[in-house]
């Protein structure tokens, strides 16, 4: 079983729509959650962070942390067609060095 | 210029080559890493780097090597590239704001490998 699991999709959605990607993960000393997007032919970029349980809201972004079901959500309100990329969560206990496992990532399309 | 930069951003090499790639960062943060993403695999770490004397093998070193030139200088070497060592190859850097969770990597734009 891998450590984290990420539907790949594709999703695709028309723009103002309400998007929420997901993933899920089995080790349970998972502590630190992140999303990042990447751009087609482009290196992730940290989009939002979170230490253990609990919503974060950036803008139109929102993180969702339930460990109790080992399972975290981003939120995207008003998609915009600037948001079409791959999605990936990542995430790591404390005092591992830094390593983080990394989901498989899940493409959206925002249609105008 | 970007912070972290990797060359080539595209390579083609044939069964056997030693090949090299290239990372160098001006964020100066004293961590960097190699990643390797696979569609459907996601993304896997290969070696990791605390310092310039620090070096570790991540999940999936076997084939690789690294050396860590200085603290803005990061390389992975293929001694003999095999088809599947295709994929795309990240580097990323860190700093130790990330022990408490904070911040995350910042990752170069990849450099795609094919091996034929």
């Known amino acids: 079983q891998k450590e984290v699991e990420q539907d790949p999709g594709p999703l695709s959605v028309p723009e103002g729509a309400i998007v929420s990607l997901n993933c899920t993960y089995s080790?349970?000393?998972?502590?630190?959650f992140m999303w990042y997007r990447q751009y087609s032919r482009k290196g992730p970029e940290l989009l939002m962070y979170?230490?253990?349980?609990g919503n974060k809201e950036d803008g139109r972004f929102t993180a969702q942390v339930d460990k109790s079901s080992k399972y975290i959500s981003l939120f995207i309100r008003d998609s915009q067609p600037s948001d079409s990329a791959t999605y990936l969560c990542?995430?790591?206990?404390?005092?591992?060095?830094?390593?983080?496992?990394f989901g498989t990532g899940t493409s959206l399309t925002v249609i105008p | 210029d970007a912070d972290v930069t990797q060359t080539p951003r595209n390579r083609i090499t044939k069964t056997g080559k030693r090949i090299m790639l290239e990372c160098s960062q001006t964020?100066?943060?004293?961590?960097m890493y190699w990643y390797r993403q696979d569609p459907g695999l996601g993304l896997r770490l290969i070696y990791y780097?605390?310092?310039?004397?620090?070096?570790n093998k991540g999940e999936i070193s076997d084939g690789y090597s690294v050396s860590r030139q200085a603290q803005a200088k990061f390389s992975l070497s293929l001694e003999s590239a095999i088809p599947n060592q295709t994929a795309l190859y990240f580097c990323?850097?860190?700093?130790?704001?990330?022990?408490?969770?904070?911040?995350?990597?910042?990752f170069g734009s990849g450099t795609r490998l094919t091996v034929v």
């Open positions: 990323a850097t860190s700093d130790s704001q990330g022990d408490r969770g904070l911040g995350g990597y910042t």
């Open positions: 080790n349970s000393a998972f502590q630190y």
């Open positions: 979170t230490y253990s349980s």
């Open positions: 990542a995430m790591r206990q404390r005092n591992t060095g830094n390593q983080f496992y």
């Open positions: 964020k100066g943060h004293d961590r």
């Open positions: 780097s605390f310092d310039v004397k620090d070096i």
